[in-house]
């Protein structure tokens, strides 16, 4: 019943920004954030944060970078995406759980993907 749609993945150039949404409907868990997968890689974390409150954490490869945020009103989570490298590549994933801290084997929603791609 609960279902994620990831938007806002693209190709921007090293050092670009871009915006990823995220809109939640059939309800949300406590916890939600971002993960990406490149290709050969494992799934990793990226970003999380309490639904209705104000506790964030991010990965030490985005810490400075990227910010987390949600709109309760419109049902949406953002990752805002600064200063974008080449090792961002990758497809992102919105996922919600129960547990805090967010690790892949807690997630208990994903959404499909969106690709970001970062280049020269």
């Known amino acids: 019943q609960v279902r994620l749609v990831e938007s806002g993945g693209g190709l921007v150039q090293a050092g670009g920004s871009l915006r990823l949404s995220c809109v939640v409907t059939g309800g949300t868990l406590s916890s939600m954030g971002w993960f990406r997968q490149a290709p050969g890689k494992e799934r990793e974390f990226v970003a999380a944060i309490r639904w209705s409150a104000v506790n964030t954490y991010y990965a030490d490869s985005v810490k400075g970078r990227f910010t987390i945020s949600r709109d309760i009103a419109k049902n949406t989570m953002y990752l805002q995406m600064n200063s974008l490298k080449r090792e961002d590549t990758a497809v992102y994933y919105c996922?919600?759980?129960?547990?805090?801290?967010?690790?892949?084997?807690?997630?208990?929603?994903w959404g499909q993907g969106t690709q970001v791609t970062v280049s020269s």
């Open positions: 996922a919600t759980a129960y547990a805090w801290p967010l690790g892949v084997s807690t997630i208990h929603y």
